[in-house]
């Protein structure tokens, strides 16, 4: 049965750091392309950072690049998304997904304000 399940998301002043994870369970990710998405109130899910299953090569939204990186742990069969400088306008819900499915995680929230 395949889960992926997000972690880490609160409230952070502008300009603080957060680190998500997406625990994984029922594939092993180093197999697939996993990316984040993240829901602001009120606006469509939008892409954030994706992390290809072969050498690692990374994609990131405009917006973000720079300051969030995708990684994974693949002894833990976990992704994670390193969030620095972060911005009022980087709240919302994030969302872990393995692409080319409909795996989704439930999400977890990240409120940037002071």
């Known amino acids: 049965q395949v889960q992926l399940a997000e972690s880490g998301g609160a409230l952070v002043q502008p300009g603080g750091s957060l680190r998500l994870s997406c625990a994984v369970s029922?594939?092993?990710?180093?197999?697939?392309?996993m990316s984040w998405y993240r829901q602001a109130p009120g606006k469509e899910r939008e892409f954030v950072a994706r992390?290809?299953?072969?050498?690692?090569?990374?994609n990131y939204r405009d917006s973000v690049k720079g300051r969030f990186t995708i990684s994974r742990d693949n002894d833990k069969n976990t992704l994670y998304l390193q969030m620095t400088s972060l911005k009022p306008e980087d709240t919302a819900v994030y969302y872990c997904?393995?692409?080319?499915?409909?795996?989704w995680g439930q999400g977890t929230q990240v409120t940037v304000s002071s």
């Open positions: 992390i290809f299953s072969s050498g690692g090569l990374t």
């Open positions: 029922g594939f092993t990710i180093s197999n697939y392309m």
């Open positions: 997904k393995k692409d080319g499915s409909d795996y």
